[in-house]
């Protein structure tokens, strides 16, 4: 596979936040990110959580109730009985689908597409272990909020693994990252406001200057946080998707992040948004 970075010069990655979910199938399955494969994801997000006795699976920690209508903590149980255990759909019914261990996932998606990390600060010596064991450390890439033990970490542990960090409003390590001995490769930016640094044409041309790609959200967590001033999905399904998709592809961002993986792919490609300059499907 080419590097992430070579793969951002074709064009925009789409990354389908903890793949594609709806009707009975749950996020954060297998089916969830085979399917936003299918709808044309680039990468998918991935969040990978430790088991009571020490071993990876995917899941976001604390949403037992929201995603197996369950109050135990699996944090505390041992992955033999998590994977036991069967999302429920919106309905509150269970389905048919389990949770995957993380070496089952990184079977399935091996030189299928790119892979957001999420939680990797959870364990990274464990992540980053099974990551390399698969021979998958190009393809992977993992975020987090500046700090002095986590750059250390990762020039200790991975320094060859995607690393961006998650900055709001502005982007004071860039200077630092760039002298230090980690792959960093971009970073992600999250804004209230569509007038902040973060979204002006100095800071991207800056940062693609200097070689680095820039990661914007569409996603919604909550409407009170806005993570891309307002040009969110949302947005764009309901006033408009040159207002919410399109200012986003157009301000230059080299990834963004969605939870309607098909319709973003599709709109990026009918407007011409999807490829970068000079290159064709």
Known sequence: MKTITEKAKENIIVVAHRGACGGNIPCNTLASYGIALRQG????????SVSGDGKLYLFHPFMEPAHFGMLPCFRLLPLSVIKKQHYVNYD??????TVPDFDEFLDAFKDRCYINIDKFWSAPEKIYSAIKAHGMVEQCLVKSKPSKRVFELL????????FIPIVEEKHTCHGELMKRNI???GAEVLFSKDDSY???????EKMHSDGKLLWANTII?????????????DSALTVGEDYGWGWVADKGYDFIQTDWTMMLVEYLKRTGRYYKKGETE
């Open 41 to 48: 994801a680039d990468m998918i997000e991935a969040d990978v």
């Open 198 to 204: 973060l979204a002006s044409e100095e800071f991207i």
């Open 155 to 162: 020039e200790n542990l991975a320094p060859d693994l995607p």
């Open 92 to 97: 509150r019914t269970k389905t048919q689908f």
């Open 221 to 233: 967590y909550d409407h009170r946080k806005q993570l891309a001033g307002g040009h969110s999905d």
């Open 183 to 185: 792959n960093y490769i």
